[in-house]
């Protein structure tokens, strides 16, 4: 059984970042981003409940979606505004903190949500909070906590897997993480060089 398999029955959490996570919703074993594991409605709700990006109002509204229209239409865009960050904190992780084009694009759409948002109290300081009465305050949500990562101190800490797509935020110390996950591209890897050697070898 393929790894891949695994990681369609249960979301992992291991970017470090609720929008690294959002963006690690692929279960592809490459570099490749055509298999998203929130590509049903319901499965993107049970990412949007486990994802710590939303708050219990929002997940609430979520729940209250229920026409296949809208509901397709929304994962479209959210599948829209997912690569695009992909492409922004790829970037990243490989060539630091340079002109990144594909950040303008998102930077004024940054700007129109916080146009659109206000400024609300919560336990960590002060959040900007979406206006729901806005048909886009979904797409406003995530751009919140791109925003967020953006700007966060942690965002130095931005690597890409070695193998598969991912990004996480490298909080060890001394030579670093090269893979998502040692129990799964981590091994990978291992097996591959293994192979390699066996092969040279013999
Ligand atoms: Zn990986």
Redesign the pocket.
Known sequence: MGWAVIKQNSFSFLGGHPTLDFINTVVDQDKDRGCSSIAQWERFLEWVSASGMFTDVQIKAFHQIVSSAEQEQLLKVIHKLREKEYAVLSDIAMNGFQPNKPLLELESKIKEAIGRASLSAAPEGYQWQPDMAQKLWIEDAFLFSFEQLLRSQELKKLKE????S?LFLDKGRGRGRR???MS??GNRAKLATFRNRAREEG
């Open positions: 897997c070695g193998r598969c991912w893979w998502c996950d799964t591209c």
